[in-house]
């Protein structure tokens, strides 16, 4: 059995807000959960990290309390979903195409003769 000696603690370096530099040592900050939920993140998604700027505004929110977060929180997935007359005209459009189908007003085909068709449009 191979021994392993024990992982010394990483310090880290951010720019705070005001533009100074922060020491941060990973082993004893409360932001040494955020660090291994970023390598847990780099193993799963190839390397992505939250950039500078988004740790510093996931360390401001935490901040908040539990209700304001949620409002936060309501706030951002809400600026994600399309505008609301754009959904509104989707829905309206889907529902024309499928009376269109319904009522034979169009023809209905297998993919893979759509594919072919533009295929050949596009030699």
Same mark, same amino acid.
């Given at each position: 059995?191979?021994?392993?000696?024990? @992982?010394?603690?990483?310090?880290?370096? @951010?720019?705070?807000?005001?533009?100074?530099?922060?020491?941060?040592?990973?082993?004893?900050?409360?932001?040494?959960?955020?660090?291994?939920?970023?390598?847990?993140?780099?193993?799963?998604?190839?390397?992505?990290?939250?950039?500078?700027? +988004?740790?510093?505004?996931?360390?401001?929110?935490? #901040?908040?309390?539990?209700?304001?977060?949620?409002?936060?929180?309501?706030?951002? +997935?809400?600026? +994600?979903?399309?505008?609301?007359?754009?959904?509104?005209?989707?829905?309206?459009?889907?529902? @024309?195409?499928?009376?269109?189908?319904?009522?034979?007003?169009?023809?209905?085909?297998?993919?893979?003769?759509?594919?072919?068709?533009?295929?050949?449009?596009? #030699?």
């Amino acid at each position: 059995m191979v021994e392993r000696s024990p @992982r010394k603690a990483q310090s880290r370096q @951010r720019i705070a807000p005001d533009g100074k530099v922060v020491n941060i040592d990973a082993a004893s900050s409360p932001s040494s959960l955020h660090h291994a939920r970023g390598t847990i993140s780099n193993q799963l998604y190839g390397g992505f990290t939250m950039g500078n700027q +988004l740790e510093l505004l996931e360390a401001e929110a935490l #901040k908040l309390t539990s209700g304001e977060r949620a409002a936060f929180a309501q706030l951002l +997935l809400a600026s +994600l979903d399309e505008d609301a007359e754009v959904e509104a005209a989707w829905a309206v459009e889907t529902e @024309r195409r499928i009376a269109d189908i319904e009522n034979g007003a169009v023809q209905v085909i297998p993919i893979a003769d759509a594919l072919a068709q533009v295929r050949a449009t596009l #030699k």
